[in-house]
């Protein structure tokens, strides 16, 4: 834990002192895009809701117009569910991985390990 603490301000100190500067994160039109692809190239959820709509024997007759429209709406709900986590992970991530995030998280897990070891012992 002492080891893990004292690497981590180590690397800490040598990144504020370096100048190369991270890659530009992609643009947000790129990002939804790419994310809009995912949901085009895994479509399991509007499958299973359309399976749904067309399997559902109701009493009531359901238009097609209507089935549409709900798969479709099926459908921006999980782009919109993916969109949501995958902004929220960037941003964790961007937070996280930044030079302080490093040095806080490698204190944590040395903070949490001398915890857990010195609980051991007692």
Do not use: D, K
Not at 23 to 39: M, Q
Not at 65 to 84: D, I, K, P, R, T
């Amino acid at each position: 834990a002492a080891r893990g603490a004292v690497a981590a301000l180590r690397q800490y100190r040598a990144r504020r002192l370096s100048t190369r500067s991270a890659p530009p994160p992609p643009s947000p039109a790129r990002a939804c895009l790419s994310l809009f692809g995912i949901t085009l190239l895994n479509p399991t959820t509007v499958i299973y809701f359309a399976a749904l709509v067309l399997g559902t024997g109701t009493t009531a007759s359901v238009r097609p117009l209507e089935q549409g429209v709900f798969v479709l709406a099926a459908f921006l709900a999980s782009a919109s569910w993916q969109v949501s986590l995958a902004g929220g992970g960037a941003l964790l991530g961007r937070v996280l991985t930044g030079h302080r995030g490093r040095l806080v998280t490698a204190l944590v897990s040395s903070a949490v390990m001398t915890v857990l070891a010195v609980r051991m012992m007692t």
